[in-house]
């Protein structure tokens, strides 16, 4: 219960009829057994899909196994059925064995090809050939070191005119620059000329101005006519040079 009325402030108070609040272990055991379900729940999927993996590994193990033992069959088998065809080739060979050459008996005692390949007439005739083979090789040459010569030239010129239109190219840039940098410095004096003109008839103003600093305002006013901001005329209060009688007709541009 509260304490009666005080000075003093109090820091805590007292529920008689609160209900009381339960212990923490009460539900320590519901979250227990929660938790070994889940612990429970996973471990027996993890161990599904472990077992699921191994028999997938041991079937493809499997399958590989029978896939070598059926390549290293036909492999066998090819060989066995190349070595029995050569086995029967060979011993076809041997069977029909042709009969052997005689031994080679000379049966003259001077030469008997080429004794006519060497007259005088034919090799006059080799001579020309060759002759006229070492003729045609030099004009060849000829020919080619022309072509060559001629397309060194025309490589020559074509880079000089390069070079030629490459160095107008450049000068006519330059000159471009020249004149826009030229202009601009003209523009720019131009400008400098005029603000110091400026400046000039301004300071030329001011002073013409103070000179009169020692007259009335009124003595001043008199030398000038109109005002030199808004060019009114001194006599000029507030009047305006529309005429009463004028009227605005809306919408239009007339005033009448």
């Keep these: 219960l509260k304490?009666?009325?005080?000075?003093?402030?109090?820091k805590s108070y007292v529920f008689d009829k609160r209900p009381a609040?339960?212990?923490?272990?009460?539900?320590?055991?519901?979250?227990?057994?929660?938790?070994?379900?889940?612990?429970?729940?996973?471990?027996?999927?993890?161990?599904?899909?472990?077992?699921?993996?191994?028999?997938?590994?041991?079937?493809?193990?499997?399958?590989?196994?029978?896939?070598?033992?059926?390549?290293?069959?036909?492999y066998l088998q090819d060989k066995a059925l190349k070595?029995?065809?050569?086995?029967?080739?060979?011993?076809?060979?041997?069977?029909?064995?042709?009969?052997?050459?005689?031994?080679?008996?000379?049966?003259s005692s001077q030469p008997i090809f080429g004794v006519n390949d060497c007259t005088v007439s034919k090799l006059q005739a080799s001579r020309r050939r060759a002759e006229g083979v070492f003729r045609d090789q030099l004009d060849a040459e000829k020919e080619k070191r022309e072509v060559a010569a001629r397309r060194h030239r025309l490589d020559r010129q074509e880079e000089q005119d390069m070079l030629e239109r490459t160095r107008r190219e450049l000068l006519e840039d330059m000159k471009i620059r020249r004149d826009v940098r030229l202009d601009g410095r003209r523009e720019l004096e131009r400008s400098w000329f005029?603000?110091?003109?400026?400046?000039?008839?301004?300071?030329?103003?001011?002073?013409?101005?103070?000179?009169?600093?020692?007259?009335?305002?009124?003595?001043?006013?008199?030398?000038?006519?109109?005002?030199?901001?808004?060019?009114?005329?001194?006599?000029?209060?507030?009047?305006?040079?529309?005429?009463?009688?004028?009227?605005?007709?809306?919408?239009?541009?007339?005033?009448?």
């Design 83 to 107: 070595t029995y065809h050569y086995q029967r080739a060979l011993s076809e060979q041997i069977r029909c064995k042709p009969a052997q050459l005689p031994a080679a008996q000379p049966d």
């Design 21 to 74: 609040t339960e212990p923490p272990y009460a539900k320590q055991e519901q979250y227990s057994k929660d938790l070994e379900k889940q612990v429970s729940k996973q471990k027996t999927v993890i161990e599904a899909l472990k077992r699921e993996k191994d028999v997938l590994e041991r079937l493809e193990q499997i399958q590989l196994a029978e896939e070598l033992a059926a390549s290293r069959a036909a």
């Design 194 to 256: 005029d603000c110091a003109e400026k400046k000039r008839q301004q300071e030329a103003e001011d002073l013409e101005l103070n000179k009169d600093s020692g007259m009335l305002l009124h003595e001043q006013c008199d030398k000038y006519q109109r005002c030199q901001q808004c060019q009114r005329r001194k006599e000029n209060v507030g009047k305006s040079n529309v005429l009463k009688e004028t009227r605005y007709i809306a919408g239009s541009r007339l005033i009448v």
């Design 3 to 10: 304490q009666s009325s005080s000075d003093e402030f109090q």
